[in-house]
């Protein structure tokens, strides 16, 4: 449930460990340990009624001080008409702080206030990207939540350069250069929950489109039990994982998750006991005891250049955030016929086209026979809402999907207040793991077609379609969400 806009300023509430909990016939305020009490005669008199006072441990306080101010209105179209058509962001202030308190902006200006609103915002939704988009008629900005984009509000375009000017600043970029695209980054704060944002700009005809990309500090890598992986699949991951060299792969298309697969295949092996060096682009959540390298294409800081400088530091498990040219892909094969673990990605739709993927950069169909582990392929689904989700009965259209004697019970999405009326929360993942076992192997080395190489890797194993089937057997997603991620998975293939 939204909290009601807070009528103590956040600042206040902050430094004195005062807080409004409720605002009823009393005033139900908590205190946090350690606070002066003296505080509570301003409260009191600001209020205007009596107070029910609620001693609160230090950590307990800053976790509700966060939700309760991160959960204020957006406010945008205040914000937004108090605007000056005509103001100048360049002199404003480039030595902004390292770090900036999102919630901490009462007195700030309008156009500030909107974009730490934008992002707030961005974060109480579970969006992963706020995209900033200017056209003629609007600057419109709209949020990606579980891999959909959904528009959050429409302002007016004359407020466009300032917001992207804004943008700009806070990620040291260069705000006079408006012809090529820049990236950068801003640190945020919103209470004591840490935010990292990723800010890309691309020239429009409309004008510079601003993609902020949000990561949360806090929220750390998930473990593989964490990941809902079936049982075969965690099981065929971990024992490659505890292979000594070979090459560990990991599928999809952008968005799927693989980075977070990898994160939390590289946190079971991150045991003290081994040198773990990784090279990525960008770096998205730090792991303490991992060695982890950014590139850096303009200064020649490239995967291929950092897998090469790496290999030199004594690593034991090396990953790679995606293997995407012939250099790259020979390097890692000779990293792991010379006893290293490597981890990587492949931008490919199934687990078996990463064999055709790095053929066609020219890796010799004997060395990907010798080196290649394991590969998994995945996608992300998005999760029915628990408190809304409607079973239905199966339809004909159905059968296509979940085969011609279904006869359970399906559901459909609803929508509520606690899914933001979209009828999903979250998302779940499907996977399909393919081991390379000495049947596979031959077929590799003798550079079988994909259609061999798939029948023999699936002989026993399920493939992604039988992995989505389960997830709508058990009520976790419905038959529509299936089809539009496979849809994309496929090139536009109704199948699932």
């Excluded at 409260?43 to 966060?66: C, I, K, T």
């Excluded at 010379?338 to 060395?367: C, K, Q, W, Y």
């Amino acid at each position: 449930m939204t909290a009601p806009p807070p009528p103590l300023p956040y600042g206040f509430a902050k430094q004195h460990g005062v807080l409004l909990l409720e605002l009823a016939g009393h005033a139900r305020v908590g205190l946090r340990e350690g606070a002066p009490p003296a505080a509570l005669i301003e409260v009191r008199r600001v209020l205007g009624r009596p107070l029910q006072v609620e001693s609160m441990a230090g950590s307990v306080f800053d976790r509700r001080l966060s939700e309760v101010y991160a959960d204020a209105d957006l406010g945008g179209s205040g914000q937004v008409d108090a605007l000056d058509p005509n103001g100048n962001l360049d002199a404003l202030v480039e030595d902004i702080p390292a770090t900036a308190d999102l919630l901490e902006s009462q007195d700030d200006a309008p156009v500030i206030r909107l974009i730490n609103g934008l992002i707030a915002e961005g974060v109480r939704l579970g969006a992963s990207d706020v995209h900033v988009e200017p056209f003629e008629a609007a600057l419109r900005v709209r949020f990606r939540v579980d891999g959909v984009m959904r528009e959050a509000v429409a302002l007016p375009a004359r407020i466009a350069p300032l917001v992207v000017s804004r943008i700009k600043v806070m990620a040291r970029l260069d705000i006079a250069e408006k012809r090529i695209p820049q990236d950068g980054r801003i640190s945020l704060s919103m209470g004591t929950r840490a935010l990292d944002v990723r800010v890309s700009t691309l020239p429009a005809r409309g004008g510079e489109r601003v993609v902020l990309r949000i990561l949360s500090k806090d929220t750390g890598t998930l473990t593989l039990d964490e990941l809902g992986m079936p049982g075969d699949v965690h099981d065929a991951l971990r024992a490659a994982l505890r292979q000594p060299n070979g090459i560990v792969l990991v599928t999809g298309p952008t968005g799927s998750g693989k980075t977070t697969t990898l994160y939390a295949g590289l946190a079971a092996l991150n045991d003290g006991a081994g040198n773990i060096l990784t090279v990525e682009d960008p770096v998205e959540y730090a792991i303490d005891g991992i060695g982890q390298t950014q590139v850096n294409a303009k200064v020649g800081m490239t995967f291929a250049a950092g897998l090469r400088a790496i290999l030199r530091q004594d690593p034991d498990v090396v990953m790679v955030g995606e293997i995407r040219d012939a250099e790259t892909a020979q390097i890692a094969v000779q990293a792991s016929l010379t006893g290293h673990l490597v981890l990587s990605t492949v931008h490919t739709n199934d687990a078996v086209g990463a064999i055709t993927r790095l053929r066609d950069m020219g890796v010799e169909p004997f060395l990907l026979a010798s080196t290649v582990r394991l590969i998994l392929a995945q996608r992300l689904l998005r999760r029915l809402c628990r408190n809304c989700r409607a079973p239905r009965d199966a339809e004909p259209g159905d059968a296509a999907v979940m085969g011609a004697g279904w006869t359970g019970i399906l559901h459909r999405a609803v929508g509520c207040a606690q899914c933001n009326h979209t009828g999903y929360a979250g998302r779940v993942g499907v996977y399909e793991a393919v081991t390379v076992d000495d049947r596979l192997r031959r077929l590799i080395g003798a550079n079988a077609d994909e259609e061999a190489l798939s029948t023999a890797a699936f002989e026993h194993a399920p493939r992604l379609d039988a992995a989505a089937r389960s997830r709508i057997a058990r009520g976790d997603t419905t038959v529509e969400e299936a089809l539009r991620v496979t849809r994309q998975a496929h090139g536009g293939h109704a199948e699932v």
